[in-house]
């Protein structure tokens, strides 16, 4: 395992419903295979209708989040109205790439609703190279979850409360066969265009 590879441990996944968007991650802390913490938080709200679902380093996660709500509140402020999910997106992008020399060691989900065409979801690297898709899984355990993500997935047909639950589905197979994906429960953000909410709820038990 490279030192890259130790740092961006974890596993989570974002997925696009009609009605809006599901980020969610799994709660542990670990840098290569020692674990630091149970209760770490991964899966973050930047505003009303944006979120960001992140794995790698904890600190360079909590800054990019910093980062985001500060210009997305500068953004509102400006222009009086919500950012779209793409500005979001490019903010990131563009910090990520900025710092390449001394990069964040992170992978990022950028998602939510906005008034340009309704719910999106972004995939991002280290570098912040940006993707635009329907649903992705990022981290150790991203091969794992996302052969659940493809084999579930209803294109243009799935809404928030079923996005929710393939989000669980997903993670919790990440849990079951990945060493550094794990912790205490899964977190969970769900934007619509209504608000967006919160949970964390304990671990499922894989059915096979």
């Not at 740092?7 to 670990?30: F, H």
């Not at 380093?57 to 800054?63: P, S």
């Not at 903010?91 to 939510?112: A, C, H, I, Q, T």
Request: hydrophobic share 40%; charged share 20%; net charge neutral.
């Amino acid at each position: 395992m490279s030192s890259i590879e130790e740092l961006i441990t974890g596993t989570a996944v974002g997925i696009k419903a009609s009605d809006g968007v599901v980020l969610a991650a799994e709660k542990r802390v670990a840098y290569g295979f020692t674990m630091f913490s149970r209760s770490g938080r991964k899966v973050f709200r930047v505003n009303d209708n944006i979120g960001i679902a992140s794995i790698g380093i904890l600190a360079d996660m909590q800054v990019l989040t910093k980062i985001a709500k500060a210009y997305m509140s500068l953004y509102a402020l400006d222009t009086k109205t919500r950012p779209s999910i793409r500005s979001a997106a490019k903010l990131l992008s563009y910090v990520l790439f900025s710092n390449r020399v001394f990069p964040y060691f992170v992978e990022v989900l950028v998602g939510g609703v906005d008034d340009e065409g309704g719910p999106h979801m972004y995939i991002m690297d280290a570098l912040g190279s940006l993707i635009e898709d329907d649903y992705a899984a990022v981290g150790t355990g991203n091969k794992l979850a996302i052969a659940v993500l493809e084999g579930n997935y209803k294109q243009g047909g799935m809404n928030v409360k079923e996005a929710r639950e393939l989000a669980i589905k997903a993670i919790n197979q990440s849990i079951s066969r990945d060493p550094v994906s794990g912790g205490d429960g899964i977190d969970i953000l769900t934007i619509t265009r209504s608000g967006s909410t919160e949970e964390t709820i304990p671990l499922q038990p894989l059915r096979l």
